[in-house]
């Protein structure tokens, strides 16, 4: 049996707070079971050098784990003088999967920055901020259209991210933590509402995985998505 | 009139909650009117290296805000790859405070490591840290005492810290981040339950202060020192 | 049409020069077409601190492309004076790929460090790298065999790597730069000889894809996969 | 006794030689006993960028000691790559004392900043430094005055630091290396000629002071002060 | 005997391959026995901020070694996260000898960057760097003369470098790895075609050197000095 | 003419006085003209890992400039995060040359670490700091003969260092600033008592410089060498 006796297809209860914090355009808690993270998304009217006079937005995101979210107290990264490569990987990650849902040239020449930081985590943390990240992201964005800074909606649609993996040999939805660190592998999916996929990140930590069990994770990655897609819409009333 | 007619010797509405977080062995969310801090407290079986074989222990303190706990978005020093002036020189403060209501020796050689993540900024966060971080430190100690770990219990007494200061040719406590960000003179007072001090730090921004409004300053301190031990106790139940 | 009429599922002409330089355990340079990655196998009798006294070994990888490898000259890294996150992650992916050809235990507490420096840069670098390291660590391994230090042989079997991705709506195989800054879809699969994988990374750089084109995608990779099995026994006459 | 059977509300020797290096536009060594630092104003026709077009002028500072400066080495900070936590809290306080005695408007569009590198360090480096960038600074907004940069002379008065605290019980002024590292309580205080305080910074090192025990080094520390405005007045003629 | 019979006076076989890669405005492999470096010349249409304005170009230089490059692996320096003492030594050595051989008013305002990249080390890695890199360049420049860049043609000559040194008593030219690290001194000598120097670097590891074993190193010098040169009108066919 | 009517071979006026601070086992503050540098000797009981348990010692030496010790303000290197270039070049030819004067072996296991920081500069910081460092040194080895840590002085001679050049077409010795900024050709010489050189540095920053150049710029050396061997040997009543 999975911990609290969970269905291999079933995610953890997931909880989306709005308006966690008072300051940011955008902030919103996310809740995968015991995995908890603050999402910002904020407004910058400016875009970096690379994007200048091109007539088109930008959407970024930074990625951090509050040092005693985890079981024992990791090293905080200001401290060490620099972000880890797992972090690097995660943020890179996240800013990739808001940019699909948001169509850059609508947003005009301005930034949107996604904090997603880990106040304590139990697997799942990237998903979960994903998941976050969406809907603060969809709360800055309605603040612009709100206050007529866009005439248009840029936002295309929600995203959803969720990992799947192998434990003992059985395709599970949504591992918490005691399952990721046993897990032979480990799935990242970040879906559109459609069913279309924006990233597949499939990690073989022991035993390599085959097509007939990559299938079964896709599937399972498939309905846990349309659970959290559920929980959006809740949060946003929409 | 003060904000939300705060008389001028009243501190913000304070409000401590234990366990805020499953992994630290003290965590504890501050909050003093709309600044919001999470403390924990981890304890390592080790010392730093100047310390070992010294038969002493340990207490130290890292500070850090969420890029968007402020009013507008704060560069992350994670990504800056270094922290700030003003981040030392806090967790410098809180380690120091924090270090006066623990025994050292009969902690042992371990170290109790406090990080104080500000989630939400309205001025004081300092004083807040050092408020919710001495609660946290009491839980991780009791913890120690309770599983056997500590045959005597090091701590001395309980620690509150407050700001006090000029706005308007007003003395006034606590003060928010409209008033702090407009006040001529700001001294952060660091105090133990008989009154004696720890820390005293008076900076005039603008006119500088003369001994007698030092004095009033001082007198403000006491008075909300004396709110906060009361909340603390409340949270701890002694 | 491909650049050279290549056809969709044809990689690139690949050639693996075993020796290449003098100093490493193993030395290969490795080309997809005009991609050229100098990746060499150093041994180390030791293994990093989170593995002593476990009985088992440990590969690592690093990765950096020479500042003119690409079209326009790239700051160096070194200079900079830190890696990037796109570094990161890829010496970080060539890393768990080539963990999964080895038996850990079977290596004993010895270290091997994958250096994947990119000579000439035209798309397929990691995938390259990986293909190349995977015979670099087989003889590096081999010397260890021969000269007696490892009694069994720690090597499960080959790894390759290769990229595809959906160019203008067409799936094709092995992208070099041109159709990579095109592609829609960008995928990388590593792969064991018997065909099950340790990672797929499938990314959508414009139009999310869907269950159908990453089923074509994979179907591509496993093609290419073998194509690149034949040229790495040829380089190991196995 | 004290060493040198100093008094405890006299300070120790004060020396201040202007002109000591000839590239500065203020250059002083300034001697508190066998503590010296070299203090030199650079003026730099132009602002930080968060001033730029604000009409407004900034004084800044930086610290440093030598690394043989101290009883034993110290490892030298360009060669750490960072600056610690004290040194980033003293320049700070450099900083803002100097600020107070300058009118920023009056300055105009330009920078001055005070370096200040500790030569010897027997105790109290920051207060020394402070007592001689004034000096520093006095010259180099002279200089700017007489060849006709400045019509009005923006500086506004003389500041002087000193410490005091409590030593085996005893409250004692301008502390040296032997009495700083035996003190219970060591407070720096910053004042103006009117005896107004610009920074108070009292901490307990070992036992908590009372507000009698504040009240007593406050007493000093004005004592200490009028003796270094002599010091300074003499120094500049003035 | 020297190793491979070599004539006191006999560099080793110098192999000079221009355009070895396809993206850099020079690209040359040069080979000092088994000495590798890839020199690469990249052309920036901008000048550094200290020259904007000036009229003239700048010609500056990097220099890196793999990691396995060399006996056993060397830690990398953009992961150490900054270049040694020894690759700043070296770089700014590559410059100064290649901006000897241009006339930089000529080359307008723009900069020429020499990549040297130690692909295989064998002792002599800056002599066979700035020999590669000459050709680099004026490959690089014939380029901008041929496109109509530029008029006239700002390289003044070619420029040589070698090592030479003392080795058991024995003033040598040209010393590889196992002569180098056994040498008592070491000189490394640029020189223009017509005898003249840009840089003498003469270096005592063990036994100071005479004023006699210094002329008899620079005469030696100016023997290899001449091999190089031919070689490199070879390459160049000129 | 020269600055101050100075002959072509003659030096600057040189002053070295000793025991300049108190905490260093050597302090030695070096005048060459208006160049000044604080050189101070620090004894540590222990060697570098490289070194341990081979039964010998070790000299180092780190370089430093005060921001205003040059003509405009430079930036500190502390602040900026590194130590550039041409610190690091300079301080490991200020280790090499003073290795050069002690028997390593009769050290014994313990390292010697030079501090040379400028105080002034105006030209010559290197060769002045050689010059300062060796009678540091010499005085940091005599108190641990004195003491009688060390049974044999392991002290071979003393070291001299001066710069020579070419000025407006001729050669100079001890150039200070304003010849060195002009100067065609500058070359370091690092000397021996019995005249044998330890290191030669000529660089050409114009004009190359031919055989008979080099000739008469070591000759000027030897002159100038002598010259500071006088000085070091009054300074150290030998």
Redesign the interface.
């Known amino acids: 049996m999975r911990p609290n006796n969970r269905a291999n297809n079933e995610p953890r209860a997931i909880k989306i707070t709005r308006n966690y914090?008072?300051?940011?355009e955008g902030?919103v808690l996310v809740e995968f079971g015991?995995t908890?993270v603050?999402c910002?998304a904020?407004v910058?009217e400016s875009v970096p050098r690379f994007l200048k006079g091109q007539g088109q937005g930008w959407v970024t995101a930074?990625y951090?784990m509050?040092?005693?979210?985890?079981?024992?107290?990791m090293q905080?990264?200001?401290?060490?003088?620099?972000?880890?490569?797992?972090?690097?990987?995660i943020?890179?990650l996240i800013a990739?999967s808001l940019r699909?849902m948001v169509d850059l040239e609508a947003l005009g020449e301005r930034s949107i920055?996604l904090?997603c930081?880990v106040?304590?985590?139990d697997g799942g943390t990237r998903t979960a901020s994903i998941t976050g990240a969406c809907v603060a992201l969809t709360d800055a964005i309605h603040t612009l259209v709100e206050n007529g800074t866009l005439k248009t909606n840029p936002i295309k649609g929600l995203v959803a991210a969720i990992s799947v993996g192998i434990v003992d040999g059985t395709p599970v939805c949504d591992l918490e933590y005691i399952e990721d660190s046993a897990a032979e592998t480990d799935?990242n999916v970040v879906m559109?509402e459609?069913?279309?996929?924006?990233?597949?990140?499939?990690?073989?930590e022991g035993?390599?995985?085959?097509?007939e069990e990559?299938l079964t994770l896709?599937d399972l990655a498939k309905q846990g998505c349309e659970h959290i897609f559920v929980a959006q819409r809740e949060a946003l009333n929409c």
């Open positions: 914090t008072k300051h940011a902030s015991d908890k603050l910002t904020s910058d930074e951090g509050l040092p005693r979210s985890t079981h024992s107290r905080r990264e200001a401290a060490k003088g620099k972000q880890g490569g797992r972090t690097m990987e943020q890179r990739r699909a920055t904090d930081d106040i304590q985590a799935m559109l459609d069913g279309r996929m924006i990233e597949v990140q499939g990690t073989a035993e390599p995985f085959s097509h990559l896709l």
